[in-house]
Nanobody, 121 residues
């Protein structure tokens, strides 16, 4: 069983910072891309940031320059440092990993349960 467990969400005032973390546990052979998505009430889930196993990163325009994604391959963790938070960043944030359980398994998308981030004005 593969699990992604997020932590670090909460309530913060506009302009503040939060750091989200996600740990992958279970029988995993290899992890490729890891990413953070978010879903605000009444909106579709959107990609926020992505990082490859080699460390290349990509960000949505709405968070570029404010958020930083990082990962520790040895610990199988991914983090999202969120600075200069805005009320429009309020959403449930989901961790995502593209991984395979062995060399004989196909690549699958795995998701965390989500962590709430609320930014007050």
């Amino acid at each position: 069983q593969v699990q992604l467990v997020e932590s670090g969400g909460g309530l913060v005032q506009a302009g503040g910072s939060l750091r989200l973390s996600c740990a992958v546990s279970g029988s995993i052979f290899m992890i490729a891309d890891m990413a953070w998505y978010r879903q605000a009430p009444g909106k579709q889930r959107e990609s926020v940031a992505r990082i490859t196993s080699g460390g290349s990163t990509d960000y949505s325009d709405s968070v570029k320059g404010r958020f930083t994604i990082s990962r520790d391959n040895a610990k199988r963790t991914v983090h999202l440092q969120m600075n200069s938070l805005k009320p429009e960043d309020t959403a449930v944030y989901y961790c995502n990993a593209v991984a395979r359980r062995s060399a004989f398994y196909s690549w699958n998308n795995y998701w965390g349960q989500g962590t709430q981030v609320t930014v007050s004005s």
